[in-house]
């Protein structure tokens, strides 16, 4: 068994590495203040956030992706102790291959602005 050790990988062809056909990295994630002046923190392939109204938010993807069926996650962290949570308002919104839509609530499904939202998507870049 050999190990190989290296600080940056990149594809000769652009986009993100593969092994046996899987990506390496997310395609996009982004920490970002949801409170105030809505301001990404750091991101990776996030060219903006739109915040729509309150618990309201769009993600912007720098570089699409390959296709709108892309999974996605994240978490919201609020001052209190309530039970909180990401949501995608799918009923309304569908993701598109250039953004996503969020939305931050707590367990009574009410919106919030979050003070530390956190997003990671996976799936393949255009």
Not at 93 to 120: G, K, M
Request: negative net charge; aromatic residues 8%; charged residues 10%.
């Amino acid at each position: 068994m050999s190990t190989v050790k290296c600080n940056d990988i990149t594809n000769v062809t652009g986009g993100i590495p593969t092994v046996k056909g899987q990506q390496l990295i997310p395609t996009a994630w982004v920490n970002f203040n949801g409170t105030g002046t809505v301001a990404i923190r750091d991101s990776e392939n996030v060219s903006s956030i739109t915040d729509h109204a309150s618990g309201d938010y769009t993600v912007t993807f720098a570089t699409q992706m390959a296709n709108a069926n892309y999974a996605s996650g994240g978490s919201a962290g609020a001052s209190t102790g309530s039970q909180r949570s990401i949501a995608q308002p799918f009923d309304s919104f569908n993701p598109t291959t250039s953004s996503c839509r969020y939305n931050t609530v707590y367990a009574n499904n009410s919106l919030y602005d979050a003070p530390t939202i956190s997003i990671i998507v996976l799936g393949g870049q255009a």
